[in-house]
């Protein structure tokens, strides 16, 4: 089988320290032989930061009553559930919200730092959220829907503001950054959504450093792949959220992408990854790269919980404008999944496939869509270019990251821009800067004026677009099929949504993803070909390490 290891990245379009194109830099690869899979050496593991005391001390207590029994009493219940099986167990009375974060820091706790199995994919705690769950238990469930993301422990990304922790992006200048809520958190907290805590991630969304791995921070340390600890790339820069989701941390988990920072880790971690239209989901509260290309997005284990996620996070924020200018209509994503039969819905769906990629699971995956009653139309690659991609990264940052800070920072941040922040790292480079801010001295020295930027953006758009709109038109397709973020970049820019789903594993226990990609708004009609992919093909398996 011929080997296609992907280099996942956050932003994959920045792993070249030259401004090359990005479609050749998301899609490098390399071939290699099982046996030559060894462990990573990293400069840095564990956070040289975190105080893991202060961390556990809110639930000390309550988690030494609970007993192995009730773990394994909720275990059978919640364990690689979806969101409805676990409703159910709990309208039913089998199961209270209390007993199912109490399990999921059980198993944060047992897992995730200082042991040999530690993934290092939670940074942070919601202190108050037992008190939440017992609120929520108190309050009634009977008329609770089985689709909600009501009583349900979420885990955010840690650059979406949260308010009682936070919101750090990974660095050790943010670490007092206590803010409210973004945005979506705000929605997540309507719909009834227990905080559980943050995940860690690649720092400052991996537009950081040049050499360093996907899934480090100051803050967090190491991020670490539950299929292949220390061998297997976790994917950034979303990694705490891919890897939390693989390991039974919590039910659901947000994440956030520019360019494959959600389609990389939840591929490399086999869950479902949903990059939405860009301005669908509000960027209000959250740290930036980008407000041309950034946006929120949901992380699962199953498309399912990723639709319902999805749908308690969307609302029209005014303050953010590319949401209202897309002014996109309310979508029940839920209710076209409930009932759907998943060789019904594929007949007569004509999905385009690259005949370049002979990745063996890729293959396997376009035949079992056929087989399955679905048009399959091989495609050439168009030979189209991102010129000058990295720049829209650097000039967006160096006013964004700004704004952030100024309308959503902590009031007491004693940084306020990029030449802050850089010379804050310089005074402790071991701890801050162990590989460097190569990519945040890159964007200090970029610099064009708003006419040229506004050109540069307009080209990469229309490039995007042509990407996919031309032989999607030629040949009449819904969506184009894509392996892990390889696409990613072309998406971005097109301001496309994107959906990951598992689509199997390498001789070496590698996870892959099937990506699905389609037009502006098409978020419900991904998320049926993803349903109708995991239906027929039911390729996700619990890292073997951490299923106890």
């Known amino acids: 089988m011929k080997k296609l290891v992907l280099l996942f990245t956050a932003l994959?379009?920045?792993?070249?320290?030259?401004?090359?194109?990005?479609?050749?830099?998301?899609?490098?690869?390399?071939?290699?032989?099982?046996?030559?899979?060894?462990?990573?050496?990293?400069?840095v593991?564990?956070?040289?930061?975190?105080?893991?005391?202060?961390?556990?001390?809110?639930?000390?207590?309550?988690?030494?009553?609970?007993?192995?029994?009730?773990?394994?009493?909720?275990?059978?219940?919640?364990?690689?559930?979806?969101?409805?099986?676990?409703?159910?167990?709990?309208?039913?009375?089998?199961?209270?919200?209390?007993?199912?974060?109490?399990?999921?820091?059980?198993?944060?706790?047992?897992?995730?730092?200082?042991?040999?199995?530690?993934?290092?994919?939670?940074?942070?705690?919601?202190?108050?959220?037992?008190?939440?769950?017992?609120?929520?238990?108190?309050?009634?469930?009977?008329?609770?829907?089985r689709y909600s993301i009501y009583g349900m422990p979420v885990l955010l990304k840690d650059n979406i503001n949260a308010a009682g922790m936070p919101t750090t992006a990974g660095a050790v200048v943010f670490e007092n950054n206590n803010t409210g809520d973004a945005f979506i958190t705000q929605k997540l907290n309507e719909?009834?959504?227990?905080?559980?805590?943050?995940?860690?991630?690649?720092?400052?969304?991996?537009?950081?450093?040049?050499?360093?791995?996907?899934?480090?921070?100051?803050?967090?340390?190491?991020?670490?792949?539950?299929?292949?600890?220390?061998?297997?790339?976790?994917?950034?820069?979303?990694?705490?959220s891919g890897v939390s989701m693989a390991a039974n941390f919590a039910v659901a988990a947000v994440g956030s992408e520019t360019s494959g920072s959600i389609l990389s880790p939840s591929s490399a971690n086999s869950v479902v990854g949903l990059k939405p239209t860009i301005g669908l989901l509000s960027r209000g509260g959250i740290v930036p790269i980008s407000s041309t290309l950034d946006t929120p997005g949901p992380m699962t284990r199953s498309v399912i919980d990723n639709a319902i996620l999805l749908q308690a996070m969307t609302g029209l924020d005014p303050e953010d404008e590319k949401a209202v200018k897309l002014a996109a209509t309310k979508t029940d994503y839920v209710k076209s999944l409930k009932d759907l039969d998943a060789k019904e819905f594929l007949k007569g769906k004509r999905l385009g496939y690259y005949k370049s990629y002979e990745d063996t699971l890729y293959i396997q995956a376009v035949a079992a869509l056929r087989d399955a009653g679905a048009t399959l139309v091989e495609l050439e690659r168009p030979e189209i270019g991102l010129p000058q991609f990295l720049r829209v990264l650097n000039l967006d940052m160096q006013k964004d990251l700004p704004a952030y800070i100024a309308a959503y920072g902590a009031k007491d941040l004693a940084v306020k821009d990029l030449n802050d922040i850089t010379a804050y790292n310089k005074k402790d480079s071991l701890v801050r800067v162990p590989?460097?801010?190569?990519?945040?001295?890159?964007?200090?020295?970029?610099?064009?004026?708003?006419?040229?930027?506004?050109?540069?953006?307009?080209?990469?758009?229309?490039?995007?677009?042509?990407?996919?709109?031309?032989?999607?038109?030629?040949?009449?397709?819904?969506?184009?099929?894509?392996?892990?973020?390889?696409?990613?970049?072309?998406?971005?820019?097109?301001?496309?949504?994107?959906?990951?789903?598992?689509?199997?594993?390498?001789e070496t226990n590698q996870p892959m993803g099937l990506t699905f990609i389609a037009p502006t708004?098409?978020?419900?009609?991904?998320?049926?070909?993803?349903?109708?992919?995991?239906?027929?093909?039911?390729?996700?398996?619990?890292?073997?390490?951490?299923?106890?």
């Open 45 to 145: 593991l564990d956070s040289k930061v975190l105080n893991t005391e202060a961390l556990w001390a809110p639930f000390q207590d309550a988690l030494e009553k609970f007993s192995e029994a009730d773990y394994k009493k909720v275990k059978a219940l919640a364990f690689e559930k979806t969101i409805p099986e676990i409703q159910e167990a709990v309208a039913t009375g089998k199961l209270t919200y209390e007993e199912l974060v109490l399990f999921y820091l059980s198993r944060i706790k047992k897992y995730d730092r200082n042991n040999e199995l530690s993934l290092n994919s939670v940074i942070a705690l919601n202190p108050k959220v037992l008190d939440e769950a017992r609120e929520l238990d108190q309050a009634g469930k009977e008329s609770v829907d």
């Open 435 to 506: 590989y460097g801010q190569g990519l945040l001295y890159g964007v200090l020295a970029d610099s064009t004026s708003a006419e040229e930027f506004t050109a540069i953006k307009d080209t990469l758009e229309r490039n995007g677009r042509q990407f996919f709109d031309e032989p999607m038109k030629a040949n009449d397709l819904d969506a184009v099929l894509s392996i892990n973020n390889y696409m990613a970049g072309y998406a971005a820019v097109a301001k496309y949504p994107a959906i990951t789903v598992p689509m199997g594993y390498s």
């Open 191 to 240: 719909q009834g959504a227990l905080i559980l805590g943050k995940a860690n991630l690649s720092e400052w969304a991996y537009f950081f450093c040049n050499d360093c791995p996907s899934g480090y921070s100051a803050v967090g340390g190491q991020t670490l792949n539950p299929y292949g600890r220390k061998i297997h790339d976790t994917g950034g820069s979303s990694s705490g």
């Open 521 to 548: 708004l098409s978020e419900e009609l991904l998320l049926q070909l993803a349903y109708a992919y995991e239906s027929i093909s039911q390729k996700r398996k619990t890292p073997g390490d951490f299923d106890e």
């Open 12 to 43: 994959a379009v920045l792993s070249c320290k030259e401004n090359q194109s990005a479609s050749k830099v998301e899609e490098s690869t390399e071939t290699v032989k099982d046996t030559t899979v060894k462990e990573r050496e990293y400069v």
